[in-house]
């Protein structure tokens, strides 16, 4: 009896596991680089594959940030060429859109 009880807990796990990843959609998946979003990681606005700590313009719309694949950093400016204190938003994180107007991530 006690067999017949750990398997189908195990079994409810395995299929409850599989309907969330499936009802995830599709850019929720992180992939290696820096992606921004708008709507709070709803849609994205711009991906970086590699970046090499290169001064980039935020994106305006942009309003949280998700990093994978060795990214380790994304330091965030005021100024649109990124002068100035740098604030350092990690490698997930939402913010007000707008607040920022370039970066660099390493």
Do not use: N, W
């Amino acid at each position: 009896m006690r067999k017949r009880i750990v398997r189908t807990v195990v079994g409810l796990a395995a299929v409850a596991g599989a309907i969330a990843a499936t009802a995830l959609p599709a850019h929720a998946v992180l992939a290696a680089g820096l992606t921004f979003y708008q709507g709070t990681f709803a849609t994205p606005v711009l991906h970086v594959p590699e970046p090499d700590g290169a001064c980039t313009a935020f994106p305006a719309s942009a309003d949280s940030l998700a990093a994978a694949g060795g990214v380790e950093q994304v330091l965030a400016f005021r100024s649109a060429d990124c002068a100035g204190a740098a604030v350092g938003l990690g490698t997930l994180r939402t913010f007000p859109a707008g607040e920022y107007h370039s970066f660099r991530a390493f």
